[in-house]
């Protein structure tokens, strides 16, 4: 089952997480199981959201233990924020 991620970072710094996150984008895409990774800004507020959808729980786990995670977003992009908030999603099918 596919499952998604919806990142929400508070900064005062907006223009250099995107910019710290436009590498991490790329990488990412090139995982295996990633099926989506887009960034959003807050068109009011200093907010930066990620969307990433991956095949499988697995891929996402995966995502989190690889180089560019950790170096990007734990070593450079998190020191940067005032509020991160992390939402794991696993499709509903509405039709039910």
């Not at 900064?11 to 995982?31: I, W």
């Not at 959003?40 to 891929?59: N, Q």
């Not at 509020?83 to 499709?91: A, D, F, I």
Request: aromatic share 6%.
């Amino acid at each position: 089952m596919s499952s998604t991620v919806i990142a929400r970072y508070v900064t005062r710094q907006r223009d250099k997480v995107l910019e710290l996150l436009g590498p991490m984008a790329q990488a990412s895409r090139s995982e295996p199981g990633c099926r989506r990774y887009e960034l959003y800004r807050g068109v009011e507020d200093d907010v930066v959201v990620i969307v990433e959808e991956y095949a499988a729980e697995a891929d996402f786990t995966a995502h989190c233990a690889s180089e560019h995670f950790q170096r990007i977003v734990l070593g450079q992009v998190v020191p940067l924020l005032e509020e991160r908030l992390v939402t794991r999603c696993l499709r509903v099918d509405a039709s039910s």
